[in-house]
């Protein structure tokens, strides 16, 4: 990963700091190798280097990023992919070695939770409605959507 030229802030002492940089609260997290991944209810993410505690970029909605709060974050190391569920009921698929979204898909619910089936090479998402999608990475595209029939809706 590329430094994003002038660094923002640091956080000293190994993250211990309260000093967050986000502008409002953290809503996941998720590390692969030396990168730390925030999420925040600030529409944003946030790549940080964990030995030099210092942050390396911030992907905003300026770079094809969320217009609403930021849910949750997965990380496939074996692909570079980070990908992000938000408010605005968007799955971004990122390719993270270059910060920038590679697939993304609108959903007809709140998005909630997502796995990685790392054997049939899918994403699987659930969302507020009882709904489950899959998604073929391999294709990126939306398997199925289905309806969880046990809620009784």
Known sequence: LELAGQLECTLP???TSTT???Q???????????????????CTIRIWDMPGSFLVRTLSEAEGGHSEPVKTLLIIPSEGYLVSLSVDMIIKI???TCSKVIWETRTDEELTCMVYDERKHNLVCGTEDFTVITVDLAEMAVLNA???KASGR
């Open 20 to 22: 967050t940089c986000h």
């Open 146 to 148: 289905r309806r969880d």
């Open 24 to 42: 409002d609260s953290i809503t996941s997290m998720a590390v692969d190798a030396n990168f730390l991944f925030t999420a925040s209810a600030d």
């Open 94 to 96: 990122w390719d993270y």
């Open 13 to 15: 002492d190994g993250f």
